[in-house]
């Protein structure tokens, strides 16, 4: 027996499954199958269907909570979910599941301790021993306690009862108390309902006002989007803060011409379009950072998006939490947030130090590269990075340079921000609590040779063909459309190539003011506005188009299993120097070789 801290209360049973390696719902998992989809996961193959699925933590996306609504609603969910670490993202797709749909599965977080010795009761990881005759234990869920037995004839008949009952921690003014009895609206107080509950699993004592929102959920994971959206809109949903829209699931001007079937391209479409009523702007954009209404050094704001969260929380010195689809809409209608994580001056304070060792002549792929690698060894730390201005590199990180870092963070790793030493505008105060507190002397320090296995690992292509090549992920910046303009200009593309840019179109109104569009469209670069990589599958990407290539290490990671082909990764001069060639020759770069 295995006693528990209750996220999501209630009762299960199932065959254990574990990873000691957090897991992406989005892009990581197929809503329509539970089968996990992502390739470079220990559990690639296996179902996690009707599971107690023990993962560390959920990682990557923010968009895993709408994921996992739409899992449950589609009864391919797990039985239960079991966490070592803080976890939202998924606890917050199976609270808007019971509260809306009347649907729950119970969560527990266990003690570091307790979570490794789940390893030997877990179920073999492959799809292939997965349904041979070797069985896990099982564990049967009551509340906070866990019993493990090796069948269910073990589990007792009667169990006592757990207590559901909820002791609320967070302090309320006067306006939330508003909220919550209604006064503001049936929408904005089932918002504070359950905003309550997430504030009171990460223990905050109260709410803060923010002042802009940018919303994850307008991404179409399935029916649940729509419903669950269409019920607030229902229900008189109003946003009370400025709030922008994130990269919807469709071009939403252009789908039709693009052949995508009405199944998706209308519902994805009207989903853009409720929350559009509901208050919000028509941004349609993954990169809020690049819109006039980026928020300033120390703003309190409430982003989803995972690069978008990384960058603001970083680069940018403004406040926000990692916050899950959905969340991001009920704290828009509220405009409060609870008084945690990386609002606060205490939970932005490095926990980890990571030294880059001097690496001399890098290329833009040391950005991607790097963030990719320390978000997989940082997890849920907050690292301070070390070793990166100066001489060390060939020159200092651009503001797209860091966009790549960031979005390759978000993509492996748990946390909200990172430090950067001589480059992040906090670096000063994170070091000096660094050595304050001896976090310098111990550590990770990231080689060449770990560079070099991230390289590989992002490059899944098993052919030197390119067939189209993907930019776009998070969406270009007016400097980007510059650079490419630039690098094609003069140049022909192969004609059986086809080179696609994602970017807002708010940045493609103003690269089309600068000159770059019109240079591009002459290559043969066609642009996708609203949408991004992530959402984009056939017939947008050719059905004989079997390799791609990108610069985006967030892109190279996901793409395999969302669309099921090979990609290369490399430059940006590497895409375009494959678009004329149709061809990609994998040689690890020049300042990675020994």
């Not at 209404?293 to 704001?301: D, N, R, V």
């Not at 459309?481 to 094609?488: D, E, G, S, V, Y």
Request: glycine share 8%; net charge negative.
């Amino acid at each position: 027996m295995i006693e528990g801290s209750v996220f999501v209360n209630g009762s299960a049973t199932g065959p254990i499954l574990m990873s000691t390696t957090g897991l992406s719902f989005w892009g990581g998992v197929d809503p329509a199958t539970g089968v996990v989809i992502d390739q470079h996961h220990p559990l690639y193959g296996a179902n996690i269907s009707g599971c107690v699925l023990a993962i560390p933590n959920g990682r990557g996306s923010c968009s895993g909570s709408g994921a996992l609504l739409e899992l449950i609603l589609n009864d391919c969910a797990p039985a239960a979910l079991i966490f070592s670490e803080a976890e939202d993202i998924l606890t917050l797709g199976v609270l808007v599941a019971e509260a809306m749909f009347n649907r729950s599965l119970p969560i527990l977080r266990l003690s570091r301790s307790d979570f490794a010795d789940l390893s030997q009761h877990s179920s073999p990881r492959s799809a292939e021993t997965q349904s041979a005759a070797t069985k896990s234990s099982i564990a049967s869920i009551n509340g906070s306690q866990m019993l493990i037995v090796n069948s269910v004839d073990e589990i007792p008949t009667e169990q006592p009862s757990y207590d559901s009952s909820v002791e609320r921690v967070v302090a309320l003014n006067n306006l939330d108390k508003d909220i919550l009895a209604g006064k503001h609206g049936i929408a904005a107080g089932m918002a504070m309902e359950i905003l309550l509950k997430i504030a009171d699993i990460q223990g905050a004592e109260s709410l803060i006002d923010v002042t802009q929102a940018h919303i994850d959920a307008c991404i179409y994971h399935g029916p649940s989007s729509l419903r669950f959206a269409a019920e607030l809109q229902e229900h008189g949903a109003k946003f009370k803060i400025p709030t922008t829209l994130n990269a919807i699931s469709v071009d939403q001007r252009n789908w039709r011409h693009q052949g995508i079937d009405n199944a998706v391209g209308q519902p994805a479409s009207d989903l853009g379009d409720i929350y559009m009523q509901m208050g919000a702007d028509l941004s349609y954009t993954c990169a809020p950072y690049l819109l006039e209404t980026a928020p300033s050094f120390g703003e309190q704001i409430v982003w989803a998006e995972s690069n978008a969260v990384m960058f603001a929380n970083s680069v940018i010195g403004a406040r926000t939490q990692k916050y899950p689809d959905f969340l991001d809409v009920f704290i828009a209608l509220t405009g409060r947030a609870p008084a945690s994580g990386s609002h606060l001056d205490s939970g932005r304070k490095p926990t980890v130090c990571i030294h880059v060792e001097a690496l001399k002549n890098t290329d833009e792929t040391l950005w991607p590269l790097l963030g990719y690698y320390i978000g997989l060894y940082a997890g849920n730390d907050i690292p301070m990075i070390t070793g990166l201005s100066g001489s060390t590199v060939s020159n200092n990180p651009s503001a797209d340079d860091l966009k790549a870092f960031s979005a390759a963070y978000a993509t492996t790793g748990s946390s909200s921000m990172f430090h950067m030493d001589g480059i992040t505008p906090e670096a000063n105060d994170a070091m000096h609590y660094c050595r304050q507190n001896g976090l310098l002397e111990n550590g990770l320090t990231v080689t060449r040779e770990n560079l070099v296995a991230s390289y590989s690992e992002l490059n899944s292509a098993e052919h030197s063909t390119v067939d189209a090549v993907c930019l776009g992920n998070p969406h270009f910046s007016e400097a980007e459309c510059a650079r490419l303009a630039t690098l094609c200009d003069g140049r022909h593309k192969h004609p059986d190539v086809k080179f696609m840019v994602t970017l807002g179109r708010a940045i493609y109104d103003k690269a089309k003011a600068q000159g770059s569009i019109n240079t591009l469209e002459n290559f043969g670069v066609q642009f996708i506005t609203d949408t991004c990589w992530c959402m984009i599958t056939d017939p947008v990407i050719p059905p004989n188009a079997n390799t791609l290539m990108t610069n985006s290490g967030k892109y190279a990671h996901y793409g395999p299993a969302l669309v099921k082909r090979g990609i290369h990764f490399g430059t940006l001069a590497n895409c375009v120097d494959a678009a004329c060639s149709g061809k990609h020759e994998v040689s690890v770069p020049l300042w990675l070789r020994s």
